[in-house]
Every structure is written in structure tokens, then in C-alpha cells.
């Protein structure tokens, strides 16, 4: 394993802890999604199928986390495909602009995918749970993520 890989294994899972205990029991609406925060991070930095292949793992292990009830595989699914879709920004995400751009938008790939697959066969108004749920997590992920990419993302997305 490439030691880069393994300081990102050790902060994904840090990161997993933090989501699941923290962030889920100090916040009750809207919630900053830190997971795909990191695995933007690390998709930029090492491409779509690096990305991918994290956000796989990265979800099967969140959607395990989570406990009964949850559709097992779903949010892998949706991390998966979020890790694709923000690995091929990768080239462009040099600047803190460049890269809320693919967050936001990989964000809202990860919403639409997670949703619309999680409230099948259920009948619910699309734009009440796009405007009291996704969006405010959505902004309130792409602001936390910002400041997370001014501390430490550029230096980390930057290739040597």
C-alpha cells in the first residue's frame, strides 16, 4: 500500500467516527457531509478510479455503520459514483473556486443518486426534499468543505 494511501485510510476512518458520533448527535437538521468532503479531497488528488474505488469502501462502511433499516449497498453506490464524477474534475481543482465547484456539484450528484433510490415506492414531493434537505446539507457541506480545503485541501490536492 502507498503510504500516501494509508495517511488517507487513517483519516477516512477518523473522518467515519467523527460523522457517526459528533456531527449525528451534535447537529439535528442539516449536517455537513465530512465523508464526501474527504473523498472529494482525495479524488482530486488521485483521479476516478483511486476515487471510485474509495468511495466504494468508504460507503459499504458507512452504510454498515448505520445500522437496521438502512438499504445496505446504497450509499457505496452513491460514494462510488460521487468518487467517479469528482475524480475526472480532478485537473481543474487548483483553486478553492475550482474546487467548491466540483464539491457542490459531486454533492448534489451523491443526493440525487442517494434519494432517488432510497424513496422508491414511496410517494413524497420532490421539491420539499430538495429544498429541506439536500440543499441545506448541501450548503452547509460545501462551507464546511471550504474552509477544510483553505486548511489543508490545496496542499493535499496539489500533486508533487
Same mark, same amino acid.
Do not use: C
Given at each position: 500500500?502507498?503510504?500516501?494511501?494509508? +495517511?488517507?485510510?487513517?483519516?477516512?476512518?477518523?473522518?467515519?467516527?467523527?460523522?457517526?458520533?459528533v456531527v449525528d448527535f451534535l447537529i439535528s437538521?442539516?449536517? &455537513?457531509?465530512?465523508?464526501?468532503?474527504?473523498?472529494?479531497?482525495?479524488?482530486?488528488?488521485?483521479?476516478?478510479? &483511486?476515487?471510485?474505488?474509495?468511495?466504494?469502501?468508504? #460507503?459499504?462502511?458507512?452504510?454498515?455503520?448505520?445500522? &437496521?433499516?438502512?438499504?445496505?449497498?446504497?450509499?457505496?453506490?452513491?460514494?462510488?459514483?460521487? #468518487?467517479?464524477f469528482a475524480g475526472s474534475w480532478a485537473r481543474?481543482?487548483?483553486?478553492?473556486?475550482?474546487?467548491?465547484?466540483?464539491?457542490?456539484?459531486?454533492?448534489?450528484?451523491?443526493?440525487?443518486?442517494?434519494?432517488?433510490?432510497?424513496?422508491?415506492?414511496?410517494?413524497?414531493? +420532490?421539491?420539499?426534499?430538495?429544498? +429541506?434537505?439536500?440543499?441545506?446539507?448541501?450548503?452547509?457541506?460545501?462551507?464546511? #468543505?471550504?474552509?477544510?480545503?483553505?486548511?489543508?485541501?490545496?496542499?493535499?490536492?496539489?500533486?508533487?
Open positions: 500500500m502507498n503510504k500516501e494511501y494509508g +495517511w488517507f485510510v487513517v483519516i477516512f476512518i477518523a473522518v467515519l467516527f467523527i460523522q457517526s458520533t437538521a442539516w449536517k &455537513p457531509d465530512l465523508v464526501l468532503i474527504t473523498l472529494v479531497i482525495f479524488a482530486a488528488r488521485y483521479g476516478r478510479g &483511486p476515487g471510485a474505488t474509495a468511495g466504494f469502501l468508504v #460507503g459499504i462502511i458507512s452504510d454498515v455503520m448505520s445500522g &437496521p433499516g438502512t438499504l445496505i449497498g446504497l450509499g457505496a453506490l452513491a460514494k462510488t459514483i460521487t #468518487g467517479y481543474i481543482a487548483q483553486e478553492p473556486s475550482q474546487f467548491i465547484f466540483i464539491l457542490f456539484f459531486s454533492g448534489l450528484v451523491h443526493d440525487v443518486l442517494y434519494f432517488s433510490i432510497s424513496t422508491l415506492g414511496i410517494e413524497i414531493e +420532490w421539491w420539499v426534499l430538495l429544498q +429541506w434537505h439536500m440543499f441545506g446539507s448541501l450548503l452547509f457541506t460545501t462551507i464546511v #468543505g471550504l474552509l477544510v480545503y483553505l486548511l489543508v485541501g490545496r496542499r493535499v490536492v496539489e500533486k508533487e
